[in-house]
């Protein structure tokens, strides 16, 4: 089977599918997104097309002209679209609900990550007038586990010495500030209602937005307890930030797939999280994790945390074997491998 695989995998996910598909026989090619803005990457992506793959795989939405999207949708090579969103996080076309429901229509098969997501796919469908089924064919297939694929040897007092905390100071960390939508300043609102003198927090990964990354620095200047580290990890820095953490907080405003949870879970760090998209299907209220819906809530749910670090790490560790029991590699490749038989099957 010859899988032409949208955008390249340079994300983790996309990273591990490939190399997973391969293992399994499966002659995986890539094309970059075909945005308009970068004409290079359309002359990829068509010549990709030209080789004559025998199914495509989609994930997230990968154009941003209308015209390039009814192009391809009127090829007849099968379709498979992994729905990580149900609209992009930086809006591509005025209307990019209406977009997603075209796509439902013109994929063979569309994979979700949680029974949720269809759910609130149809509310959001039906507030906006559109019909809430489509011709897809639906799979879920969940987020697939990190586990065990980044480094993970330092102790956490070089852990805790290299992001500069006390060895046995309490640690709340948030990951991945990327974009508004990830809840960083519902986060930072949360820290300062605790008014804690002895916790440490920390921020670390990139932030693309610049007036939120101002924020954060202006609060780092304001607390003399929060440790900001605003770029990209590479893979074996990861380990430090999560492991120097007692709980990390992703306190999403919205999301339709969190992707970010499940980096602090392969280090075994609990997570606290808003009930959104498949999050609730990861994260079960007291027993693999903490769900808050606010400021409120979130203080509560880091004070619980805080309060007994043995429970908290306990936590963590049935995250940990959670994902590593429903969605393992091998679970998510082969339920991947069932979707394309779906979408080839001219029945």
């Known amino acids: 089977m010859r899988v032409l695989a949208v955008p390249e995998g340079r ?35 068509i010549g990709r ?25 009127a090829t007849r090579v099968p379709k498979v679209w992994t729905v ?11 209307e990019d609900i209406f977009t997603t429901h075209w796509y439902l229509d013109r994929v063979d098969v569309a994979v979700w990550h949680s029974e949720r997501t269809i759910g609130e796919a149809r509310d959001l469908f039906a507030a906006r007038g559109l019909p809430t089924t489509w011709k897809a064919n639906n799979r879920i297939i969940p987020h697939m586990s990190f586990n065990g694929i980044w480094p993970d040897t330092v102790s956490l007092e070089e852990a805790r010495q290299r992001i500069g905390v006390p060895l046995g100071a309490p640690v ?7 974009l508004p939508y990830k809840g960083t300043r519902l986060f930072l609102e949360a820290i300062r209602r605790m008014a804690r003198k002895d916790v440490f927090c920390c921020i670390f990964g990139a932030c693309h937005d610049p007036p939120l990354a101002r924020e954060i620095r202006d609060a780092a200047a304001a607390n003399a307890n929060l440790r900001i580290h605003l770029v990209e990890l590479r893979d074996e820095e990861l380990q430090y930030w999560f492991k120097a953490c007692n709980v ?3 306190p999403y405003k919205e999301v339709t797939t ?10 075994k760090t609990p997570v606290i999280a808003t009930p959104l998209g ?38 963590g560790e049935r995250a940990h074997s959670f994902v590593n029991q429903t969605a393992n590699l091998d679970l998510v490749t082969s339920a991947y491998l069932q979707a394309y038989e779906a979408a080839l099957d001219p029945r």
């Open 172 to 178: 709340v960390g948030h990951f991945a500030p990327t």
């Open 84 to 94: 990580h969103n149900l609209v992009p996080h930086a809006p591509l076309f005025r």
């Open 258 to 267: 969190s992707g970010s949870i499940f980096f602090p879970i392969a280090f």
């Open 49 to 73: 097309m030209i080789e004559g793959p025998d199914l495509c795989h989609l994930h997230w939405n990968i154009f941003d002209t209308a015209l390039g999207a009814r192009l391809f949708f």
């Open 11 to 45: 994300h983790v996910y996309l990273r591990l599918l490939k190399q997973a598909l391969t293992r399994r026989g499966v002659q995986v090619t890539e094309a970059p997104f075909p945005y308009v803005r970068w004409p290079g990457n359309i002359v990829r992506f």
């Open 278 to 315: 498949n999050i609730p299907e990861v994260i079960q209220h007291g027993v693999t994790g903490w769900l808050a819906n606010d400021a409120e809530s979130l203080v509560r749910c880091i004070k619980q945390a805080l309060e007994d670090p043995t429970a908290a790490r306990e936590i």
């Open 248 to 250: 990390v907080v992703q």
